[in-house]
């Protein structure tokens, strides 16, 4: 398969139209069956593949950024009688296994992405249903605050892929159903297993819709439904809207970092972000570089910089980078993270961002996504070993990078001047690394457990806690960084090279699988909620199932679905 | 595979010995390598399979019904340097998925009911690693309320499973290492991957273990440490031990229950507990029968029965009819859960048991087993569907069982007398079934997520909630207990026998994997806990590397390790 590309825009949309009329934008969903982004599946009945959510993912992004005057947002299809057909049984059918369960994270992604902005950015989402929404349809109506259906007599929503496929819907469904919209859980279990799905009052009565609506008073109840869900939102006021101009990026074979050219099979590089990757031993090295001047004294001047301000511009490199390594490198499977730069002018930008957080919407819009992409960091399914050298700037929303870490190692001193892995030895690398705790640590940054990355790291640990946040604004030199705990290694000269050669080298040696599972506990102590639920419990036991015989095997139900034929199933329970 | 046998005593065991001395015992594990519960493997190392850990079940439940003097527990190893190597890597090589993944489940309810015990009962355990604890020997350790690790330069603790089996520790290990004892998340990260382990100052400086002890002082400072808990722990005073006497249990293959004869293939059978199983469909039909007399009038009363006292032998037959099910008969993957008896007599032995619960260790100690029974089903991978019909006691503590189910079907009216399905129209199913709310529904008895089966069941709607919790002490008829969300549905005799026949066999028509994913989800709506992370994050990923060819395949870790063969890894991160 060629390298998918998430870089889009709405002039490019193929499955969707966004139209905005003052405070209310439509999203509507009219799917080109003949879209897909891979041969072999015809995208019938507004079922969607990744290239569909690649779009709907842009569309709530430009939502944010470019059109500040947007309070609500309906989300509708294009189509007559079916709103949406969930993800094509076809394609997933013919993925890989690595595939799907990625395809599956980035869509919970995008879903989850569309709650946030409902939560936190006073953009309400509200899903027309004006036809059936089956799987992955419902599921994504279910993203949404509000859900209304078609009053038809043939409308329904369902989640049929129990009774039809013999897995579990992918997106979230289970756990909203029951954590979110409160459906009870012995009625939740009827209707995951009733695959013709549930319309009208009862719809209503169980609470898997809002409200259902006689076909003749549809649009008038859509609208006035959509203008009181825009009264009522608190978006922030704000400047002019940000455009969100192309990303530039280069992948080239060029490469004079820290690992040996030779090993280097490419870099992909934005302005402030590069991945030099090295195919054969499976790692990234992925730097973030800091801003190149202090901040702006106000918004006013991140107006004037538009898409090239420093933190919205970091996070959009980072976002496409995690994104494309995830989906195009899944040989990649250690992400070693540095960064480069002043740190104290990653400081003034986020303080200048916290400063105005609550009274600007650029400023909170900008937060916002710098944690979205932090949290995409926190779900994938690669080690994340950071490296603190001399001339990092590990600092509030860099020192994020090492905190989401699986683990990090710090410099403890300086590189020797005649040492030979040190290009650079008079300039600032000649100055031992510190790290700095700052606001953007304390809390505007949360995972998805609802917890600090710093909270998360020292659960139970009142006091580690509290030592940290009290070193807040002090840069910390390697062997304070490692007493207050907030890097795993501070190794010297010496040991350096050695000590990471063999952190990245063990990595790559050992199962990627169990490596995935390992992560995927330890990152998330502390207290779960439905985005943690969705990602742990949900998503590691649709896993397990996709890769279990009588789903995917020769008579498994996903081969035997539309052939006719009946699945043939192992009924022993594990 | 012969059917396994959880029942067993002290005088039986081959494996652990059980030394009682005033308020402290000494459990040792000191496994007997020849003594496997399935030929092919030596249990060397202190290594265990499921054999071993039966028997610690049985001395774990000893302990708290017939040594209500003992206040700690001294967990210690009856070998030289080794305390525990974990579960036996030739079985777990050898076992199946299903029976892999059911010894992990079984060994987690125990050491979850270890932790019931220190936290709830006044019974504080104390691991004692006279040696080396690796892997689920660890985990064991995890699961006391403190670790003394002796300090002999070779002995450590670790959790090599992920670098040398590329699979997970199964056991709570990754989730207790983080959630209980407050590991910093990067040192767990570095602990898990080091299969040669931590000891010494480092093991506690990271937490892994409370205290390293020198070998000269080591039994006097377990002894004191051991009777420092045992001053501490707040055991109720009450009256004599209760002699856990052999269970009475006979398989027969006649049978008269609702299932016709002929599906009937054999019926398992306790004074108070039967299940009728029907192995070609897949069904088993469990009855619980309610108290024959009222309940003494004190707890005199109660010591006086003993074993018989009726919650307690209830909830010994049902422990052991669910663990004899689900290891033995994987195939049957529907339980339908009946009462019969008096619903006054069960609410008043539930009575006795909350009035006493605050003052008398045997009342405790019974409603504790009950809450643990109850969690057992509530992680049990079968479809549980319950049957609420005229003659029935779903009330207070049983009720649980209805609401412990994923579905539930209340007959309105009574079945005809003329209903060929109805064997005794002139007893006491003449009368319209009831389900009764009791003080035992509206606490005592959580699940594991914390909550009520109630709270879990309404989450997110505290008025459903109070209205279930106001109906307390009065019996529901069809029509109340449907509206008030206690049971699913209510089809009158016209259409019971279509619905709930609909309901069995349309839940052996779909996948038993999906299912299990689907339940999984479902049960523990809201908040999770450690316990709940165990059984679902945890599990569910460690179920996914089992079955992947990274762990099982022909080159998989779990297939070479001790071949002297490396591991053949594809390298793709899912």
Redesign the interface.
């Known amino acids: 398969m060629s390298q998918v590309e998430f870089r889009t825009s709405p002039a490019q949309y193929r499955h969707w139209r966004l139209d905005v009329d003052g405070p209310v934008a439509t999203l509507t969903m009219d799917v080109d069956a003949q879209g897909g982004l891979v041969p072999g599946y015809e995208l019938k009945l507004n079922s969607y593949d990744l290239g569909v959510d690649i779009e709907l993912y842009d569309a709530v992004q430009r939502l944010r950024f470019e059109h500040p005057e947007v309070k609500a947002v309906v989300l509708t299809s294009g189509k007559e009688k079916v709103f949406c057909a969930g993800a094509n049984i076809r394609m997933l059918a013919a993925s890989g296994?690595?595939w799907k369960?990625?395809f599956c994270k980035f869509t919970n992604e995008t879903r989850n992405g569309i709650e946030d902005a409902t939560e936190n950015s006073g953009q309400a989402y509200l899903a027309a249903l004006n036809g059936t929404a089956s799987g992955g349809g419902y599921e994504l109506a279910l993203a949404c605050d509000t859900i209304l259906l078609i009053d038809d007599r043939s409308s329904v929503v369902s989640l049929p892929?129990?009774?039809l496929l013999?897995?579990?819907p992918g997106t979230g469904g289970?756990?909203r159903v029951?954590?979110k919209r409160?459906v009870?859980?012995?009625?939740?279990?009827?209707f995951?297993?009733k695959a013709e799905g549930i319309g009208g009052k009862k719809a209503v009565g169980w609470r898997l819709v809002d409200e259902v609506v006689p076909r003749v008073r549809w649009q008038e109840v859509v609208a006035e439904r959509a203008r009181g869900c825009a009264e009522t939102a608190r978006r922030l006021p704000g400047g002019p809207a940000i455009e969100l101009t192309p990303l530039r990026k280069t992948v080239s074979t060029a490469w004079a970092g820290a690992l040996a050219a030779d090993q280097v099979t490419w870099e992909i590089s934005y302005p402030h972000v590069s991945a030099a990757v090295d195919a054969d031993r499976?790692v990234a090295e992925i730097t973030v570089t800091g801003p190149s001047a202090d901040a702006p004294a106000s918004m006013a001047g991140a107006y004037a910089q538009g898409a090239a301000f420093w933190p919205l511009a970091v996070a959009r490199e980072l976002d496409d980078l995690i994104l494309d390594l995830r989906t195009n490198q899944?040989?990649?499977?250690t992400w070693v993270l540095k960064t480069a730069g002043d740190a104290s002018r990653v400081l003034c930008h986020d303080q200048l961002l916290i400063a105005n957080y609550d009274s600007d919407w650029l400023a909170r819009e900008i937060v916002l996504y710098v944690k979205r992409t932090l949290k995409r960091l926190d779900v994938t399914?690669?080690s994340l070993i950071a490296l603190v050298e001399p001339g990092s700037c590990f600092a509030g929303s860099l020192l994020e990078l090492a905190l989401a870490?699986?683990?990090?190692y710090m410099l403890f001193g300086v590189f020797e001047p005649d040492d030979p892995d040190e290009p650079d030895a008079g300039g600032p690398r000649a100055t031992p690394a510190a790290v700095t705790v700052g606001p953007m640590n304390l809390g505007p940054l949360p995972m998805g457990n609802g917890l600090t990355r710093l909270a998360?790291?020292?659960?139970?640990?009142p006091d580690a806690l509290a030592a940290a946040q009290k070193a807040a604004g002090e840069p910390l030199g390697a062997e304070d960084a490692e007493r207050l705990?907030l890097v795993?290694f501070a190794p010297d000269d010496i040991d350096w090279a050695d000590e990471v050669r063999m952190a990245v080298e063990?990595?790559?040696s050992?199962?990627?699988?169990?490596?995935?599972?390992?992560?995927?506990?330890?990152?998330?102590?502390?207290?779960?909620t439905m985005e943690?639920?969705i990602f742990?419990?949900?998503t590691?036991?649709?896993?397990?199932?996709f890769?279990?015989p009588?789903?995917s095997g020769p008579d498994g139900?996903l081969r035997a679905y539309g052939t006719g034929k009946r699945?043939g199933?192992?009924?022993?329970?594990?």
Chains 1, 2 share one sequence.
């Open positions: 296994h690595a369960v990625n892929e129990l009774p013999g897995v579990l289970l756990t029951t954590d409160h009870r859980r012995d009625l939740a279990d009827y995951a297993t499976g899944p040989g990649v499977g399914s690669r870490a699986d683990r990090s998360t790291r020292f659960i139970g640990d705990g795993t063990e990595r790559a050992f199962s990627p699988d169990a490596l995935t599972g390992l992560e995927a506990n330890y990152r998330f102590a502390g207290p779960e943690t639920k742990g419990r949900l590691a036991w649709q896993n397990w199932i890769c279990r009588n789903a139900a699945a199933f192992d009924r022993k329970r594990v």
